[in-house]
């Protein structure tokens, strides 16, 4: 399977959107854990780098 090129300050669109209404989120940190930031409403979430992995739709910029 292909790697993604994720960096630090990437933006991405996921599957499902966030509760206020945006679908594009800020890679922040990357590990075993990646901190995603909302561009809309500026809300900083964890999740797991397998769970973000099946979660991604495409890579915006």
């Given at each position: ?42 809300r ?8 973000f ?9």
């Amino acid at each position: 399977m292909e790697e993604k090129q994720i960096e630090v300050g990437t933006i991405v669109n996921m599957k499902k959107g966030h509760p206020c209404g945006a679908n594009e989120w800020e890679v922040v940190r990357i590990g075993a854990d990646m901190k995603l930031k909302c561009i809309n409403c500026s809300r900083i979430i964890m999740m797991p780098r397998i769970d973000f992995n099946k979660k991604i739709k495409k890579i915006v910029k």
